[in-house]
């Protein structure tokens, strides 16, 4: 059973091509986490918000991540983060196409 993570908070940037430019190591080094199927960075620059949603193989590995998470972030001032897992429905995922493996 595969479950989802759902992160976002407020920020002042940056955004778009920054983003890339500022957040590739971050990116990679994410890609290390135990458990981890994929993610998708989240943005809204005229909201100033960011995160994302991540896939993880159980709900203990995407607890754990969260925790880590939420960490780092109030380490980069970030006090106000919201994160929730959810359980994949993985059978009527399936029928919408959901990369869910």
Known sequence: MAYILQVDFKMDGP????MVKEFTDLAKSINDEEG????????DNEAKEAGGIYLF????FASKYLTMHIAR??????EKVNGKIFEVNEGLTSINHGPIK
């Open 15 to 18: 955004f778009g091509n920054e």
């Open 73 to 78: 972030l109030k380490g980069f001032g970030i």
């Open 36 to 43: 981890l199927i994929w993610k998708i960075w989240t943005e």
């Open 57 to 60: 193989e159980t709900k203990a």
